[in-house]
């Protein structure tokens, strides 16, 4: 700990600065999560209006197979996407960062672009062109004379994982870069005399250099994956027959049993859960690492 | 292709890469790299092109071919000129939820990652607890319970049911942490007070000028996700006067979706989508020296 932090043990003053965010992170994420989880113990019924039935939202959840199916499925769609976004991320990071590649920050900037566009406008986007109505595909039909359609409920999800993997790749890519940046210029010199290869000096130097980084944005990923709601809210407006059920997300059923359906508490019992099973995944991947080095 | 080989420790004015390793480029290395850049890049060309299409052209044409007319003006023009010009109230509604949002979230995740850096307090562990836990929770599972909450407190349909939730942002308040407590050096804070200068006086003067980098970065990514809020203001807000763009796009798309009465809008549509993204392309790319550096920030820990 350093000096200015001891000298002002048993001062409070730390509280002044940390109080307006502590008071509006409790307005915005503690109250509401309180909140849920006491409609989550109601029920809003035809006769009646809101009763209280106790844990009975959760255990019929537990037993939803409209529930399961979506878990299972974001939970297959994270383990597939998640490594292949991944890998193509660090591959292009060490590419961009081993400097023989022309025209590299040009390529850098556009890879990161994608991020920088809503999720609305790249589900349009890409619903257009893979669309067989107006886009790509409906050219390839035309001239081959196949029928072939990347929206229906056999594919859907693929192209899903082409959209996002199209946004988040890049942001990914990033991370890694800068990590490889800072990478003390010493260690290549060292591996330069020790006559270290391109590819000893990535496996030995610069991957280790990246084990912090790659626990980080394997977290966000997986979180981000787990409440894939955008795309799937989106396509059904675009593309008929995508197979895109009401339950396709966890967060797509609970938005629609909240929106749709008038099942606030049942609503709330979905995302609590959903936010209790991201939570344990993403501490056990390894949140407990977020912390700078000084705290230690 | 210029710089020899032979030696392979020399220093180099352009790069730390060509002081020591093999420079050569790599034609093979290169192609893959740009495959990767041109599935990034060609969505981005699609919309280009098709902005540029009249509703008939784009019905009628190749994707990637241009129409028979230039309408990207006509479109323009129309897109502002539709329903009483609804669409640059929508443009303005996101400037407000972005402007406001961005800096005051920036704001109070600066002054409490100074406060956590360079503070000591009863309280701090748990603070930090909740806080640092509170990342993982998914935006989207906070939102239905924000909305319930909201709507008993008669908020919803409001700007601020869209603005209260953008001024928390709990992954700005860690990278302000992890930068306050390597940028701004104890010395310095500790000469402020024996000058006399107070605890926030010492923020404002001393700290906030060595914490521009991180700010910069956490502000830019701030305006991006508000920028690009989809769920949040999908469920707070029903009055289409108060909608930010990316909602207002989805309602013009899903109109002119239904088929039969529904009226074809997809050039308006798609030059929306066109407007919508480039202000934020413009900031990434003029602000790049920031966040570039910034990026690193949460990611290097060791």
């Known amino acids: ?296 | 292709m210029t710089t020899p080989v032979s030696s392979p420790v020399r220093p180099s004015p352009h790069g730390r890469q060509q002081s020591f390793t093999d420079p050569r480029r790599n034609g093979v290395l290169t192609f893959l790299t740009a495959l990767f850049t041109l599935y990034c890049l060609l969505p981005l060309i699609w919309l280009l092109i098709n902005a540029t299409k009249s509703q008939a052209d784009f019905v009628s044409s190749f994707g990637f071919s241009f129409g028979d007319g230039f309408a990207l003006f006509d479109n323009i023009k129309e897109l502002f000129a539709y329903d009483d010009g609804i669409f640059a109230r929508w443009f303005l509604n996101t400037v407000l939820y972005v402007g406001v949002g961005a800096i005051t979230s920036t704001f109070l995740a600066a002054l409490g990652g100074y406060g956590l850096a360079k503070h000591s307090f009863t309280g701090k562990r748990a603070f930090l607890f909740v806080v640092l836990g509170s990342i993982s929770v998914p935006g989207i599972a906070l939102a239905i319970p924000q909305f319930m909450l909201f709507a008993k407190l008669g908020l919803t349909d409001t700007p601020w049911a869209v603005l209260i939730p953008s001024f928390i942002n709990p992954f700005g308040l860690y990278l302000m942490w992890v930068f306050a407590a390597e940028a701004v050096p104890n010395g310095l804070l500790d000469a402020a007070k024996i000058d006399g200068a107070g605890e926030f006086r010492t923020f404002f003067q001393i700290a906030m000028p060595l914490l521009v980098p991180a700010t910069v970065t956490v502000l830019l990514f701030s305006f991006v996700s508000i920028w690009n809020n989809y769920f949040l203001p999908l469920i707070m807000l029903k009055d289409p006067d108060w909608y930010p763009l990316t909602i207002g796009i989805n309602q013009w798309n899903s109109m002119s979706s239904r088929a039969g009465n529904g009226e074809l809008l997809q050039n308006l549509v798609i030059t929306a989508s066109l407007v919508t993204i480039i202000p934020l392309i413009a900031a990434f790319i003029a602000l790049q020296r920031y966040w570039q550096s910034g990026l690193s920030l949460g990611a290097v820990k060791e």
């Open chain 1, 1 to 296: 700990m350093s000096t200015v932090v001891t000298r002002h043990k048993g001062r409070q003053i730390g509280w002044a600065f940390v109080a307006p965010f502590g008071v509006l992170f409790a307005v915005v994420f503690v109250l509401p999560i309180l909140y849920a989880a006491y409609l989550s113990l109601f029920q809003d019924r035809l006769v009646g209006g809101m009763s209280f039935v106790g844990l009975a939202n959760y255990t019929k959840l537990l037993q939803d197979p409209q529930f399961w199916n979506g878990v299972l499925r974001v939970f297959g769609f994270t383990l597939i996407q998640v490594p292949i976004m991944l890998a193509l991320a660090l591959l292009l990071a060490l590419a961009l960062d081993s400097g023989r590649l022309h025209a590299s920050k040009f390529m850098r900037i556009a890879i990161f672009l994608p991020y920088a566009v809503p999720a609305i406008v790249s589900t349009l986007m890409w619903g257009f062109m893979l669309g067989v109505r107006y886009g790509l595909f409906r050219s390839i039909n035309e001239s081959l004379g196949t029928d072939l359609n990347p929206f229906q409920p056999g594919t859907t999800l693929i192209s899903i994982g082409v959209m996002v993997t199209w946004a988040f790749t890049g942001y990914n890519m990033l991370i890694f870069y800068s990590v490889l940046r800072a990478v003390p210029q010493e260690l290549y010199e060292a591996a330069a005399i020790d006559g270290a290869g391109q590819f000893r000096v990535a496996w030995s130097i610069k991957l280790p250099a990246l084990r912090g980084s790659l626990g980080i944005t394997v977290i966000f990923s997986i979180i981000g994956t787990f409440q894939i709601f955008n795309e799937p809210q989106i396509l059904p407006s675009m593309v008929a027959g995508s197979g895109i059920t009401t339950f396709y997300t966890p967060n797509l059923y609970a938005y629609n049993l909240a929106f749709t359906g008038s099942q606030q508490g049942y609503a709330a019992a979905l995302a609590l859960v959903m936010a209790a099973i991201t939570i344990a995944i993403a501490y056990a991947v390894q949140l407990r690492g977020l912390k700078p080095a000084r705290e230690q």
